[in-house]
């Protein structure tokens, strides 16, 4: 069972399922809060990731309620993010490997070469 989430000692305490979240995603995600938080992710027995939070600057404990759930959603966008970039990761190659590759054309290139 996966402890709960929760605000402590002025900290959040979030934790993510290593089975969804993978610690890319994890580590994209919480960057973004480095610049108001200081960020601890520690893995606990394979099983999930502790992401401890702790505010630079004094936050109300309503204020890191309202972080903790946005936290929520930026590892479900991260999360995201990741499945499409690994579903489209072929259309993406073939569309890199059209743009870079050397092909004759058959018309000249537009504007005067001086």
């Not at 309202?66 to 499409?84: C, Q």
Request: charged share 25%.
């Amino acid at each position: 069972m996966q402890p709960e989430n929760s605000i402590q000692d002025n900290k959040i305490i979030y934790f993510a399922d290593s089975q969804l979240y993978s610690q890319e995603s994890i580590f994209k995600c919480t960057y973004w809060y480095t610049d108001k938080f200081t960020i601890l992710i520690k893995l606990e027995s394979n099983k999930h990731y502790k992401i401890v939070l702790t505010p630079k600057d004094d936050l109300s404990e309503a204020e890191l309620w309202v972080i903790l759930n946005k936290l929520g959603n930026d590892l479900i966008d991260f999360r995201l993010r990741e499945i499409v970039t690994k579903g489209t990761q072929n259309i993406r190659d073939l569309l890199i490997a059209k743009a870079f590759s050397n092909y004759p054309s058959e018309e000249e290139p537009p504007g005067n070469i001086i």
